[in-house]
């Protein structure tokens, strides 16, 4: 017998791959997708085969997804790269995924990001990750890629720094071991270094 909206071959086929039940306040499965057409996953776009997703309070039965590989934190989903590009180059392979390079709002999304790539990467001493800040257009004049208003109020900028020298345009996220939460700073947008993607999660 067939179930309502999925056939038990569509679901053979991956839609649902497994799914681990944790005792906080939510459930985590991963989603599989694949060709069959259950009404519950078209949300999902289709630019990645694997997503994991977390469901919220049982009040509310909303699942949020991020693809697989990303974080997930508030609305959105995050991506730390571990190979390394100049600062354009980022952008570029960030909107390749369907993303933009990090833009961060809070201090709040700025903990969450250094102190997860803190963990995440713990046999290097130092390392940095682009964000999508730049004042390339007019120097001293930061804008976020997706045109967020700058607020200086929520720059988490080194000491002294930006210092504008030598064609510094870019903003990176500087991490190391005794850093803080103010750890930005412009450097070369033709520098390598890592990045950070960041997405909005899907929900349904």
């Known amino acids: 017998m067939k179930k309502s909206g999925c056939t038990q071959e569509g679901e053979k086929e991956g839609i649902v791959g497994s799914i681990l039940f944790f005792f906080l306040s939510c459930f985590t499965v991963t989603l599989l997708k694949g060709?069959?057409?259950c009404e519950e996953h078209k949300a999902l776009p289709q630019s990645s085969a694997e997503w994991l997703c977390v469901l919220g309070r049982a009040e509310v039965k909303v699942w949020t997804c991020c693809p697989m590989g990303w974080k997930h934190f508030q609305s959105s989903c995050y991506y730390l790269s571990r190979d390394i590009m100049n600062w354009g180059d980022s952008e570029t392979n960030c909107t390749g995924m369907g993303s933009h390079l990090v833009v961060i709002n809070t201090g709040t999304e700025q903990d969450f990001i250094f102190n997860w790539a803190?963990?995440?990467f713990t046999s290097f001493?130092?390392?940095?990750?682009?964000i999508g800040l730049t004042d390339q257009a007019e120097e001293g004049q930061w804008r976020w890629v997706d045109q967020t208003p700058y607020n200086e109020t929520a720059a988490f900028w080194r000491q002294n720094e930006p210092s504008n020298g030598n064609m510094e345009n870019c903003a990176v996220?500087?991490?190391e071991t005794k850093a803080n939460r103010k750890n930005w700073n412009d450097i070369p947008c033709?520098?390598?270094v890592h990045r950070v993607c960041e997405t909005a999660a899907t929900s349904f």
């Not at 001493?125 to 682009?130: L, N, W």
């Open 35 to 37: 060709t069959g057409g």
């Open 173 to 175: 996220m500087h991490i």
């Open 118 to 120: 803190k963990r995440t």
């Open 125 to 130: 001493s130092d390392r940095s990750y682009y």
């Open 190 to 192: 033709s520098t390598e």
